[in-house]
């Protein structure tokens, strides 16, 4: 079971953001529970006191239920960021990110680095720059997956930081090694984001 | 198979490369086990995509990895193979560094950083190298996670690859494999 938020995202130089996320999985997984994706609202990137950048804060809740009978295709949350560009050009994708849920019980804060992908040629660059139609994913689980990436081209951008608490049950049973959780107050806070 | 056989769990993620001094980085990968691993399923071998970060930031890579083993003995330990190369600014393929990692035997997550390194060739190849591009390249991969001799290897430090992986054993304990 996880729970958590989506808590924020760090842009530099960009101002009203939203996050989609979704969960990818392998076969053998189901979810039981819970709402497996979803959209955060259109947040404003605001500095605040604790942080020195600025910050879009989402705090969008997750919470959802999984059953699975092999570890293998552990979930995965895909995030998809759209914004608008420099030209106010709304729904433009400012980033893709991926990342496998924590395989230890405890909290846990997750720092996803997204990427978004761009285009082959210079020429192509130049064309979705003045059309404002930037290459997208056709397909959102993407990120997730391991294959067919040695083509693709991409620009990294930004950092969105989601926090979750992880359960795990009857792993022990069917002999997997779960190790102790992870407690609270050990880890040592990242200063910043990235 | 038997019914109780020990597995292996290798789940996480590549999760980029830094202090390289080419433009845009990409890496290939393997994972290399002895003959008591068997693969159950997932990808052992990948590319990841090519990533243009912007100045002085780290290359982000974030390539899932999620590979299922079957253990008959726990020698020959998986181990992560990575060559990372780079596009110059002319859009050429050049060697950024090679690198070997063993995949950790303590179940939990784990972060590694991989350092890597790349050959310096003869002389005349590092004057051809610094007007034209093109660094010497390994013409054996095996060497990079063998144990076998480096002997005469003649090499230079490169940048560093950061890999993220969560272990996790089946079963191991039942055979006094305490992991």
């Known amino acids: ?194 | 198979m038997l019914r109780d056989q020990p597995e292996l769990h290798v789940i996480g993620e590549i999760v980029g490369a830094t202090d390289y001094e080419l433009p845009s980085l990409f890496c290939k990968f393997s994972f290399e086990a002895g003959t008591n691993f068997r693969l159950l399923q997932g990808l052992p071998t990948g590319q990841t995509h090519c990533d243009m970060p912007p100045e002085g930031e780290m290359a982000i890579l974030s390539h899932p990895v999620d590979v299922h083993y079957a253990v008959k003995g726990i020698d020959g330990w998986p181990r992560l193979r990575i060559e990372v190369y780079g596009v110059d600014r002319y859009g050429r393929i050049e060697l950024a560094g090679y690198g070997c990692c063993i995949v950790p035997t303590t179940a939990g997550m784990h972060e590694l950083r991989c350092h890597t390194w790349r050959p310096c060739g003869s002389m005349r190849e590092q004057f051809s190298t610094f007007f034209l591009g093109g660094a010497p390249r390994l013409k054996h991969l095996e060497v990079i996670a063998s144990s076998a001799d480096r002997f005469r290897l003649e090499t230079e430090p490169a940048g560093e690859v950061i890999i993220r992986l969560s272990v996790m054993p089946k079963d191991m304990h039942r055979f006094g494999v305490l992991c």
């Open chain 1, 1 to 194: 079971m996880v729970t958590g938020q989506i808590e924020s995202g760090r842009y530099e130089g960009l101002d009203s953001l939203y996050c989609r996320y979704t969960f990818s999985f392998g076969e053998d997984w189901r979810v039981v529970r819970g709402v497996e994706e979803g959209i955060t609202q259109m947040s404003t990137a605001r500095g605040t006191a604790a942080d020195a950048g600025r910050l879009c804060v989402w705090n969008f809740p997750i919470d959802v239920t999984f059953k699975a009978t092999g570890v293998h295709g552990w979930p995965q949350v895909v995030l998809s960021i759209y914004g608008s560009d420099f030209a106010g050009r709304s729904d433009m994708i400012i980033g893709y990110g991926a990342v496998h849920l924590p395989l230890t019980p405890g909290r846990h804060e997750l720092f996803v680095r997204t990427f978004r992908p761009i285009a082959a040629s210079l020429l192509g660059r130049f064309q979705s720059w003045l059309m404002g139609k930037r290459p997208e994913f056709r397909d959102t689980h993407f990120p997730s997956k391991g294959e067919g990436r040695d083509v693709t081209r991409v620009q990294s951008f930004g950092c969105v930081k989601i926090v979750v608490d992880v359960t795990l049950q009857g792993m022990e049973e069917l002999g997997y090694a779960v190790p102790p959780p992870v407690r609270p107050g050990v880890r040592l806070e990242t200063a910043a984001m990235g």
